[in-house]
């Protein structure tokens, strides 16, 4: 990984987000700091890294506002929320379902679910990783960790 393609910082605007469960929170929290220590995150056409990363859910649509070091935009980019919402929907209930398995469920129910809800998790990063790739270079685990933030803002908004 370039020291210039990273981010060094990531905010999840406040505006965006309402009271979550404990779970979601934790979730939340654990994205962001290892998002922080560790990323691959490029903005294509430009070399003005590191990088720092503010999140917002705006009319219906995902804001990824880039800045430089300094606190100077790099790019301001939209993404419809049409591409991630099915996959948010089915990755909250399956998180749900997770969650509870946790407390009543055998050990290898418990075991199918988290299959399960790592194969979507999995399955959503891909497609968030394909949709952000005409202007940014992510990697798989950062696109896992998007996602998941993703899911914090489209579940509160």
Request: aromatic share 6%.
């Amino acid at each position: 990984m370039s020291e210039r393609n990273r981010l060094i910082d990531v905010i999840l605007d406040e505006g965006s987000l309402a009271p979550a469960s404990t779970n979601a929170e934790h979730e939340r929290r654990i994205a962001l700091f290892d998002l922080k220590e560790t990323n691959s995150f490029g903005v294509k056409g430009e070399d003005r890294g590191p990088y720092q990363l503010s999140i917002a859910h705006i009319e219906g649509r995902l804001a990824f506002d880039v800045l430089n070091e300094c606190g100077e935009r790099v790019v301001l980019h939209y993404l419809a929320m049409s591409v991630m919402r099915k996959l948010v929907k089915d990755y909250v209930i399956i998180c749900e379902s997770y969650h509870s398995a946790i407390r009543t469920a055998s050990p290898s129910q418990i075991e199918a679910i988290d299959m399960g809800r790592r194969g979507l998790h999995n399955e959503a990063a891909e497609v968030l990783q394909d949709a952000l790739n005409e202007r940014f270079d992510i990697d798989l685990e950062t696109a896992r960790r998007l996602f998941t933030l993703v899911c914090a803002l489209q579940t509160r908004a």
